[in-house]
């Protein structure tokens, strides 16, 4: 009898319906990787790269490719941002999910309108973007936009929980007006100062803040700075007096240190994407301090 109330038993069990298994996202930066585990907290999340890394540039290393090959969706930044690297990763993963034009992968540059977009790029322009700018996560605008796109992706490609996607979008999104007002109500003495930049990582935020870029320490885009053309900058500096010189973790601090010691205006480090172990965990964790750093230095003036 024993023995037969344990078949039993195991032939009902067989019977029950397994629990979901949870989804498996591969983030190409940071930033989507927090915005997928905001709107998919059951999910495993991924990131390829961090704070203190150029996104441009990164190894394909083997790591790499056996989290690409069990991911169920890939979201990436796009507009060629890890061209150079992405395609060699899912080549090697080999996963029919995550290759171009299938669900399984995301662009955000394919879904929200970037900035600077070129029909021809001229000769010698550097290391430009015809698809645009690929840095959108930096306007909080744009990042509800691709909250939207996320969370319309991921009721694809697992919809026995798109309902439940689409009630966290909403939760999400309703948080995400109330930060959008505060910041906006906090901006207001940076609309219409000056900046001195290195590349054009924060473009979107300072079009979103309303600050000028009068001049950029790259003599081109993705041209390291160069003595000549930093030298060049002293004059207009000094006269334009901007707010800050301004570059992102992964650049060397050198060149925006010699122009702040011949001009006398501050230097300040930003991060462009999340850094959970400084408990930048969150996209408005990220905006909450990019404001906080900014505001801190006008302060200061």
């Known amino acids: 009898m024993r023995m037969r109330s344990k078949l039993i038993a195991l032939a009902l069990a067989a019977c029950l319906p397994l629990p979901a298994q949870a989804l498996n996202i591969f983030a190409c930066e940071p930033e989507w990787a927090g915005l997928a585990q905001a709107l998919a907290p059951e999910a495993q999340v991924t990131s390829a790269t961090h704070a203190y890394q150029d996104p441009h540039y990164i190894e394909a290393r083997p790591s790499l490719i056996a989290r690409l090959r ?30 171009p034009g299938q669900p399984g ?23 430009v973007h015809p698809e645009g700018n690929p840095h959108l996560q930096l306007d909080p605008e744009r990042m509800r936009q691709a909250g939207a796109a996320l969370s319309q992706r991921l009721a694809q490609i697992d919809p026995e929980q798109a309902g439940a996607y689409r009630a966290g979008y909403l939760r999400w999104s309703l948080g995400w007006q109330a930060r959008l007002d ?13 900046i001195v930049v290195q590349h054009s990582t924060f473009d979107y935020l300072w079009r979103w803040l309303g600050v000028e870029v009068v001049a950029d320490l790259e003599p081109k885009p993705g041209v390291p700075p160069t003595p000549g053309h930093l030298a060049s900058l002293v004059e207009q500096v000094e006269s334009e007096r901007p707010l800050a010189i301004v570059h992102s ?45 900014l505001l801190s230095v006008d302060d200061a003036r």
């Open 70 to 99: 069990r991911a169920d969706l890939a979201v990436c930044s796009g507009a060629a941002l890890e061209a150079g690297w992405l395609p060699a990763l899912q080549q090697r993963a080999a996963n029919p999910a995550v290759q």
């Open 105 to 127: 992968m995301l662009f955000m540059a394919d879904v929200v309108t970037t900035i600077d977009q070129l029909e021809q790029v001229p000769f010698g322009a550097g290391d």
């Open 182 to 194: 505060d910041w906006q109500a906090r901006v207001q003495p940076l609309r219409g100062q000056k």
């Open 249 to 293: 973790w992964y650049q060397d601090p050198q060149s925006a240190q010699w122009l702040s010691e011949r001009t006398g205006v501050p230097v300040l480090a930003l991060p462009s994407t999340l850094v959970p172990d400084k408990g930048l965990a969150t996209p408005d964790q990220l905006f909450d301090y990019l404001l906080d750093q």
